[in-house]
């Protein structure tokens, strides 16, 4: 899966009516409700603001007054053709005083939403599993070295009476750690988690 984190938006004009698309990161209702209001601030005289989102396996789209089917399931599709989650797209019009017909109407919108998907950068969304685990500091070079043989990813380390590392796995990662360093480590905790895969 993949999401875009940076909001975008991008333009285009077909038949003198204007197409405003835009791709923000949500993860919940409200975040999705706040821009939706503020795009309705922006644009009081558009005739319309279609939208898609999914996150969370909850997903919704709106044709908002356009024909049926021309509009927000297009975009909707969209999203899930491109394997995209905690996204929501709209797209804004402004009618030109020309009526495109259902089929003009539906490629436009497909395309505006293309468009901006197309224009974004996109992160992946890897399912891992996060470690946090406690080790003596007698241990923590031999640790540190395993860490980098395995090249797994430290999220976090922390120096107190032990050193407190986090850090990331694969999913189908097994070992035995205590085992492995002779007790010279524990394991605090672990949990599958959703990391953002960016690009360098």
Known sequence: MYTI?????TEIEVMKSKFISY???VENLAEFNLFL?????????????????FFKNEKKYSDDGEPSGTAGRP????????????????VVRYFGG????????????VESAKRVID???????KEML????????EGYSIFKNYLKIKQFDTLSTS??????????????????????????????????VNRLMEEN
């Open 5 to 9: 984190l940076k909001e975008n938006k």
């Open 23 to 25: 791709v923000i990161h």
């Open 37 to 53: 209001k503020k795009l309705k601030n922006e644009h009081q005289k558009a005739r319309h603001i279609c939208y898609a989102y």
């Open 75 to 90: 975009i909707l599709n969209l999203i899930e053709q491109n394997d995209l989650t905690d996204v929501a797209i709209f």
């Open 98 to 109: 020309t009526l495109l017909g259902s089929g003009r109407l539906l490629r436009t919108y």
């Open 119 to 125: 224009e974004s950068k996109k992160v992946e969304i």
């Open 130 to 137: 996060l470690y946090k685990v406690s080790i003596d500091y």
């Open 159 to 192: 120096f107190n009476d032990t050193i407190i590392i986090e850090f990331y796995t694969p999913l189908e990662y097994k070992e035995d750690l205590n085992s492995l360093f002779y007790g010279n480590i524990k394991s605090i905790e672990f949990k599958k």
